[in-house]
């Protein structure tokens, strides 16, 4: 995470911190932990198409899951 | 960073999962495994790397929703993130949160739109065919609203501009269906909708997603008519309902002809069939029978395949038409191989997102429509060659060609190419190199290994008749044989080493079944053209051979001048020089003596001219000596014939030229008798003019010997010019107008035969050749008769001749002429010398008597011939109507066959 690098620490808090405010802007829903994640995941290489996609879906499938809970009650 | 990307994008992923769905690592694997296949299958971006692309689409964004100070947030924001540099993908992050972005004043449509965003982003993210990497270029940057038109659409309803996937997003529809509920969880409700849709497939197949059938179905699904996908296969137990996405798997495997789960070989009805106890509804359960054919008939190659393949006694044509079956089979697993990646890339979809492309029991049927026709064709195949071999099956597959469809007919051409391709390496083998290597007995020319090379020509090689494969005609097959016969005999029996090659220009043999194919297909041209080529090189070459090397137009005409007695000088005087030989008794006679006086007849006559090779094989030979034969009856004349020469003289040849000999010696024969009599009549007419109580006899004799003349002189002209030299030329015509040997032989043959029944030696014509039997004997006996006769006569002329010359001398010396005792013994004997010529006198008639009858005989059963030549040869013979003037049979007979030809007429 943002603390694992000690010589870039101070960059790397920062550089978080601004995509965390824009995230912020854009409404994406995303919190500290998930973002770092994804932006981890971008610095590989990933194909960032792929990725929101998969993130929409998981986020589907945990309503989904929680929905006929929702029903239910 | 450099720690950063220690980790490993799973285990990020499975991190992110965890964090999203707010799972443990064991609850999320199946999701976790869906991201990691939809992260893998589209590694590479489809969108362009333009970070400023991005960020102006963000600002545009930003500005659409009314938030231009956001906006200049984030170009500040933007600022500060370049001047950091930590990030290496800038464009990815920023595009990553674009395409996350929601507006912040629809907060209720966020959940419902995932369904909406996947379902639409699957067909263009998920797939990692070709055809989405090219889209997305125009489509998120080229009018470079993706994301608006999105919300746009959202916003609306999702019908028109989703299309297909309208029920994925929050449709009115199902918010009215709940009118119950609250909005959140009405659109809360709506997903499940789609993600049924979505998800019923993959889970299906891959439970690793699969939500739970009892997650998965919502309240409003049993009311759905979109059943038919629903279900997944754990379903298919004997409770419930087979879905036909479970029966498409078996039938998959049914094709290959492994059972099914649900679908099973019934060996009863030796056919697959759908477990009874399973319910399924019933077109489902016709269709997947019919389907179900091909596996069958899959079977059916298969099996013969299997069970000939190690066989090797099945032959080289056999195992060729088991590889082309293969090579069919291979073709159908190819495809079937397709069909299999189609229903895993489904399974992997894990969507039924495209129902178009779905595999379908119809789809298949459709699909499957050409291969089962193909297979269906080689089933029969199979079956109608079921126990052929060799030419045979070719024959069978060639059969199956001629048909209408031009799709089953390049199907049985080209297996016909294959099968036929060892045949025609047979068939060039053969026909240019004159080996045959037929281990398994499977092309049409057999050899007998047991003949030798003296019979090579007429047994050693022999037509299978049911070998000859039907796209090669009998002509063909015949010139075949020969040709590769002709070669073999060249090089056994003539010797001749000539290689091959030279016999025949040697066109190029097909190595390949290609040139097998397109030899088939032009049977009556090129084949037929290189057949004929190789027959008429190969024949004229074995012909050239023979007659250059091997004499055999001398043979055959040697045969007609010494056999047939063709060469007059050497003939009469052979018999000239061997008459008194022959006069004795057969036993007497000895082999070196005629030897030898053959020779002195060759060197004293035309013959000596003769070619050596020619003489030195003319021999005298004796026939088997019965008692009481003269010599004249087992002398023989004979031709030594070895070689390549005795395949034209073979031994039945040389038997027939023997008889034929015979005969014509016999009747040569008397002719010279015949001669001989006149001889004697000129010299002693004048003498025995003195006894004239002899003219009557002598009269007779005359006579007697006139009518034989006429005949023998009738009987020797027909056999020479009717029978001999119409036979001969004809014979002469084929023979230089022979293409083959065989040719040549048949030539022979038929001369051979026209002479035997034209010179009356055949079966039919053994009461003539009796009746001509019995003439010679009479003419014999007559030549007996009449030499005593003379011998008699002349005897008694000279001791009448003595006693006068006795009385000269006597009167000369002065005495008594005679004496009465003289007088009365000389009296005494000419009485009884004058005693005998009534004897003889009758004797004669009697011969004439005998003579005639048996002429007539014979003429009566010339005339009842069937033989034209010899009814013409009754006529020569009865030229004045001598005997028909005194036979009244044989009157009746000529007229009635002149009153039939007049009927004919």
């Known amino acids: 995470m943002a603390s694992a690098s000690s010589a870039n620490l101070n960059a790397v808090r920062e550089t978080m911190d601004v995509l965390l405010e824009i995230s912020r802007l854009l409404n994406t829903g995303l919190d500290m932990e998930s973002l770092s994640i994804c932006v981890r995941l971008c610095e590989q290489g990933i194909n960032p198409e792929a990725l929101s996609s998969v993130i929409k879906e998981l986020r589907k499938a945990s309503e989904t899951l929680k929905a006929p809970e929702n029903c239910t009650n | ?905």
């Open chain 2, 1 to 905: 960073m450099a720690t950063l990307d220690q980790k490993s994008p799973n285990v990020l992923l499975q991190s992110l999962c965890c964090r999203i769905t707010g799972k443990s690592e064991a609850e999320v694997a199946q999701q976790f495994q869906y991201a990691v296949r939809v992260i893998g299958s589209n590694y590479a971006p489809t969108i362009e790397r333009d970070e400023f692309l991005v960020t102006e689409k963000i600002k545009k964004e930003l500005l659409k929703q009314r938030r231009e100070a956001d906006a200049a947030l984030f170009s500040e924001l933007h600022r500060k993130l370049q001047t950091q540099g930590v990030l290496k993908h800038r464009w990815s992050v920023l595009y990553l949160l674009l395409s996350l972005s929601e507006d912040p004043r629809k907060p209720s449509s966020r959940v419902g739109n995932y369904g909406a965003l996947f379902a639409q982003a699957l067909p263009r993210d998920a797939h990692s065919t070709p055809f989405y990497c090219a889209r997305p270029q125009s489509l998120a940057l080229g009018y470079g609203e993706r994301s608006s038109g999105l919300s746009a659409s959202m916003a609306t309803s999702g019908i028109s501009s989703l299309g297909v996937y309208a029920l994925n997003g929050p449709t009115p529809t199902p918010q009215s269906l709940l009118a119950g509920h609250p909005p959140q969880s009405a659109a809360g409700v709506a997903p499940p909708m789609g993600s049924r849709l979505a998800w019923a497939l993959p889970a299906s197949s891959s439970p690793s997603l699969a939500l739970g059938p009892a997650t998965i179905r919502p309240p409003l699904g049993p009311s759905h008519p979109n059943t038919r996908a629903v279900r997944p296969r754990q379903d298919g137990d004997a409770a419930g309902e087979v879905s036909e996405a479970a029966l498409v798997r078996d039938i998959l495997y049914v094709f290959q002809g492994i059972d099914g789960k649900f679908i099973k070989m019934s060996t009863q009805d030796n056919c697959y069939r759908i477990d009874s106890k399973v319910m399924v509804s019933k077109s489902l359960r016709d269709t997947s029978s019919r389907l179900s054919e091909l596996g069958w008939l899959h079977n059916k190659v298969c099996k013969y395949t299997d069970a000939r393949s190690l066989d090797r006694a099945f032959g080289l044509v056999g195992q060729s038409f088991c590889a082309s079956l293969h090579q069919e089979l291979k073709e159908y697993y190819r495809l079937l191989s397709v069909l299999h990646s189609q229903m895993q890339v489904e399974d992997d979809q894990g969507v039924n997102v495209c129902t178009e492309n779905n595999l379908t029991l119809r789809r298949l049927l459709v699909w499957m429509y050409d291969p089962k026709v193909r297979l269906k064709t080689l089933a029969a195949l199979v079956d109608f060659c079921q126990g052929r071999k060799g030419g045979e099956l070719a024959s069978a597959v060639h059969a199956y060609g001629k048909t209408g469809d031009p799709q089953m007919r390049a199907l049985v051409q080209h297996i016909l190419s294959l099968v036929s391709h060892p045949i025609l390496n047979f068939l060039y083998r053969w026909i240019y190199d004159g080996e045959l290597e037929d281990t398994y007995h499977e092309f049409f020319v057999a050899s007998d290994p047991n003949v030798k090379t003296d019979r090579l020509w007429h047994d050693k090689y022999s037509l299978r008749k049911s070998m000859i494969p039907s796209f090669i005609t009998m002509d063909q097959a015949r010139k075949v044989l020969l040709i590769g016969k002709s070669i073999n005999f060249l090089h056994q029996v003539c010797h001749d080493r000539t290689p091959p090659g030279k016999i025949t220009p040697a066109s190029k043999s097909t190595d390949t079944p290609k040139d097998a194919a397109e030899l088939l297909s032009d049977l009556e041209g090129a084949f037929q053209e290189k057949i004929d080529a190789a027959y008429f090189d190969t024949s004229k070459y074995l012909l050239d051979v023979l007659n250059r090397n091997y004499l055999l137009l001398e043979h055959l005409q040697a045969m007609r001048r010494y056999l047939l007695l063709g060469q007059g000088d050497f003939i009469r005087h052979l018999m000239d020089l061997l008459k008194p030989e022959l006069a004795r008794p057969a036993t007497t006679l000895y082999q070196h003596n005629l030897t030898g006086i053959l020779e002195t007849a060759v060197r004293a006559t035309n013959a000596q001219y003769d070619n050596v090779e020619i003489l030195k094989r003319l021999d005298v030979r004796l026939l088997e000596v019965s008692p009481g034969d003269t010599g004249w009856d087992v002398f023989s004349l004979d031709y030594h014939v070895d070689g390549p020469i005795a395949t034209v003289f073979t031994r039945e040849c040389m038997g027939h030229y023997l008889r034929v000999f015979n005969f014509l010696w016999r009747a040569k024969r008397m002719e010279y008798i015949l001669t001989d009599i006149w001889k004697g009549q000129m010299c002693n007419a004048k003498l025995l003019k003195t006894m004239p109580e002899l003219s009557g006899v002598l009269h007779q004799c005359h006579i007697l010997a006139s009518e034989m003349v006429h005949f023998i002189h009738q009987m020797q002209y027909y056999i020479t010019f009717e029978v001999l030299e119409c036979s001969w030329d004809e014979l002469w015509n084929k023979v230089q107008q022979a293409q083959d040997l065989d040719h040549i032989i048949a030539a022979h043959e038929v001369f051979l035969d026209t002479i035997i029944s034209r010179c009356l030696l055949d079966n039919n014509s053994r009461s003539l050749l009796n009746q001509l039997r019995a003439i010679f004997d009479q003419i014999i006996e007559f030549q007996n008769a009449q030499d005593s006769l003379y011998r008699s006569a002349l005897e008694e002329l000279a001791l009448q001749l003595q006693f006068k010359e006795k009385k000269q001398q006597n009167e000369e010396e002065g005495l008594w002429r005679v004496t009465a005792e003289q007088e009365a013994e000389e009296k005494k004997r000419i009485r009884e010398f004058q005693e005998t010529i009534p004897k003889m006198c009758s004797q004669l008639r009697i011969l004439t008597h005998f003579y005639q009858s048996i002429v007539q005989q014979f003429l009566v059963l010339l005339t009842t011939s069937s033989d034209e030549s010899l009814r013409f040869l009754s006529f020569r013979l009865d030229f004045n109507e001598h005997y028909r003037a005194r036979e009244p049979r044989l009157r009746a007979s000529i007229g009635a066959t002149r009153g039939r030809r007049m009927s004919n007429v």
